[in-house]
């Protein structure tokens, strides 16, 4: 049996955000989960699927500047926000802080819990620009990386923080 | 895609969310934060044909107290009780409560009463407020009505609230100047649920306890007040003897299982023992005051 358009309709709502700096719309299904939306509508392939259990991290993105499970948030939800992945951190030409902390500490490993690391280690600095190493861990503490590199993932951190003072 | 499809509907009242929800009947689910439907959703556990979203209603994040009560809207996450000054000062088993839920992106997003709605028997708002003798408020079309926590669990994910009503508020009466209260919880990791917790709220009056809240997270089908150490306590000085007895009922009190987290004899030693060490908090909180 096919569908009619006004049966679709229901199912559908055009999304209305601003993702690393740039105004988007789509017109996508409610039950979108906010990951496949970036993933997949916008082919932003940076913010991982790891667990999809709302576990792991991997997939956490910044909404309105906090982190959030993008696996455990439908798309509809973040109408008119802004929403950053990894993709948005570097500034032109160069890398942001975070990353260049990750860089030279060699803060990752296989890399796959990375981009979220890097994320909500942005979130906090924003909020704590000189956060103890107890702080960092709390703060990382709902981001798991499987290679359990977590010693130079503080460390890059701790590198972020001093470099974001430096230039402030 | 994981979940099945569904409407979605972002009301700006609680009026027009109700209206949604009359509409639906059960077929309906209520999203605030979503850490624990989204979950329910994607695994198809949950398929509601319609989804009412409440975070665009003004005024449902508020935390503040009123006429001798707590108030938690129905918005308000566990990152900002774990934020909360007036938790911290006067509310001992909520503020420790707040950070151990769950993980800190988590936080950000679920809410308290959210967790009361799951009915989680292993969440731990559940214990932490009915130590506290939380109740919450309910709207529905005909009006407001009241719920005791004590009646709001029916038991596992299972509650006294109807599918065209929505938790508005959470309320907790205002503890007196002297009280203490703690929430002690066992984990195997962030993020896990508790293998067990137990909340302890206590109130003193002339040196003695004048009302003793005493709940267990994990050891149940849902979250279970031990009333026979509430009792025990009640009219008596806290002290050694008192709280070994307390928490000797505490365990007798629970219900556990054998499972990955522990065998029942285990976890059932744990509650003695969070039941002891969270009166002994209280009663250090109280002598803070």
Request: charged content about 25%; hydrophobic content about 40%; overall charge negative.
């Amino acid at each position: 049996m096919t569908e009619t358009a006004t049966e679709q309709a229901v199912y559908t709502k055009q999304l209305n955000v601003t993702v690393n700096g740039q105004a988007r719309s789509a017109a996508i299904e409610t039950r979108l989960l906010l990951v496949h939306f970036l993933r997949e509508t916008l082919g932003l392939t940076g913010t991982h699927i790891g667990c999809d259990t709302t576990s792991c991290g991997a997939c956490t993105v910044l909404v309105d500047g906090t982190p959030v499970k993008s696996c455990t948030c439908f798309a509809v939800q973040t109408e008119g926000s802004e929403i950053t992945t990894v993709e948005g951190l570097a500034p032109a030409g160069g890398l942001h802080p975070v990353q260049e902390g990750f860089h030279e500490e060699h803060g990752l490993q296989c890399g796959f819990c990375t981009p979220g690391m890097m994320l909500t280690a942005t979130a906090l600095l924003a909020e704590n620009p000189n956060p103890s190493e107890t702080e960092i861990r709390w703060a990382l503490s709902g981001n798991i990386c499987r290679c359990t590199g977590y010693q130079n993932i503080v460390k890059a951190v701790q590198y972020a923080a001093a470099k974001m003072r430096e230039g402030s | 895609m994981y979940p099945a499809r569904f409407e979605y509907f972002a009301p700006s009242s609680v009026e027009e969310a109700l209206s949604v929800l009359e509409r639906y009947g059960d077929e309906a689910k209520v999203l605030a934060g979503g850490q624990s439907l989204i979950p329910l959703m994607k695994l198809r556990f949950a398929s509601p044909r319609a989804l009412v979203d409440l975070n665009g209603i003004d005024g449902l994040d508020e935390l503040y107290e009123d006429n001798g009560m707590l108030n938690i809207g129905a918005l308000v996450r566990h990152k900002a009780c774990e934020r909360s000054d007036l938790l911290r000062k006067r509310y001992g088993v909520l503020a420790d409560a707040a950070p151990q839920i769950s993980d800190p992106i988590v936080r950000n997003r679920g809410t308290v009463a959210g967790s009361l709605a799951h009915a989680d028997p292993q969440g731990d708002w559940g214990s932490a407020l009915l130590a506290g003798g939380g109740q919450v408020q309910v709207r529905g079309s005909d009006g407001t009505r009241t719920i005791s926590l004590d009646d709001f669990f029916l038991g596992p994910f299972t509650t006294a609230l109807e599918p065209t009503e929505i938790v508005t508020w959470v309320q907790v009466p205002e503890p007196g100047p002297r009280s203490g209260g703690a929430y002690f919880k066992l984990e195997r990791k962030v993020g896990d649920f508790a293998t067990v917790a137990v909340g302890v709220h206590v109130s003193f009056s002339n040196g003695k306890v004048e009302r003793a809240g005493i709940a267990l997270t994990g050891v149940g089908p849902r979250n279970l007040r031990a009333e026979s150490a509430e009792q025990a306590l009640a009219g008596h000085e806290l002290d050694d003897e008192a709280i070994g007895e307390a928490a000797r009922l505490a365990a007798q009190a629970a219900e556990p299982r054998d499972d990955v987290r522990g065998s029942a004899e285990y976890k059932r030693n744990v509650v003695r023992v969070f039941t002891e060490r969270g009166l002994r908090k209280a009663a250090e909180r109280r002598e803070k005051q």
